[in-house]
């Protein structure tokens, strides 16, 4: 079973960049598709991106494509979200999730973290 724990929110002005992590503890990490999904007040949790367990492929949600970029350091037992161009729209509760396959996917993940914010001021 993978564990998952997210850091690297805060508060940036628009136009600013963060990097999210997800440090990852277990020894199966490599088996997993790794994906990040966000949560604004108010709304429903949303796909953000995934990637492969080999990090060959990844999957980008339109509102973020060209801005974002995940990849992973699987030796590190770590998956990583770039926010690149960020606006007040991006402002939500960032969750790592896993889910146990070798596909792509976006949806269907088992393991979640706990959630990191990220606040993007006008």
């Known amino acids: 079973q993978v564990q998952l724990v997210e850091s690297g929110g805060g508060l940036v002005q628009a136009g600013g960049s963060l990097r999210l992590s997800c440090a990852a503890s277990?020894?199966?990490?490599?088996?997993?598709?790794m994906g990040w999904f966000r949560q604004a007040p108010g709304k429903e949790r949303e796909f953000v991106a995934t990637i492969t367990w080999s990090g060959g492929a990844a999957l980008y949600a339109d509102s973020v494509k060209g801005r974002f970029t995940i990849s992973r350091n699987n030796p590190k037992n770590t998956v990583y979200l770039q926010m690149n161009s960020l606006t007040p729209e991006d402002t939500a509760v960032y969750f790592c999730a896993a889910r146990d396959t070798y596909g792509l996917v976006s949806r269907g993940f088992e393991i979640w973290g706990q959630g990191t914010q990220v606040t993007v001021s006008a």
């Open positions: 277990g020894r199966t990490f490599n088996n997993y598709a």
